[in-house]
């Protein structure tokens, strides 16, 4: 299994070992770039904070603390799509 198969259907931010969906709990699919095929948690987050995200990665451009862009898709609330990477703060 490659790393991005073992990545797929995990929840974003969750502890390693224990990663899976929670039930009562509302996902999006991350779609493209670094964590594509994760899991975001977007239960209790308005529309308006889930349009854009910014993720810390240690796996994209920028490697350890940089951070991964992702945009809501236009019609479908389910899935964010990558906009590119960006360095981490200073």
Do not use: C, K, N, S
């Amino acid at each position: 299994m490659d790393e991005v198969e073992f990545l797929r259907g995990r929840v974003y931010g969750a502890d390693h070992d224990d990663a899976a969906p929670r039930p009562g709990r509302t996902y999006a699919q991350l779609v493209g770039g670094p964590l594509d095929g994760l899991l975001l948690d977007v239960t209790d987050r308005t529309r308006h904070e889930l349009r854009e995200v910014a993720l810390i990665t240690e796996i994209g451009r920028y490697g350890p603390g940089g951070r991964a862009l992702y945009e809501r898709r236009t019609g479908d609330d389910r899935r964010f799509d990558w906009r590119g990477d960006a360095p981490g703060a200073p």
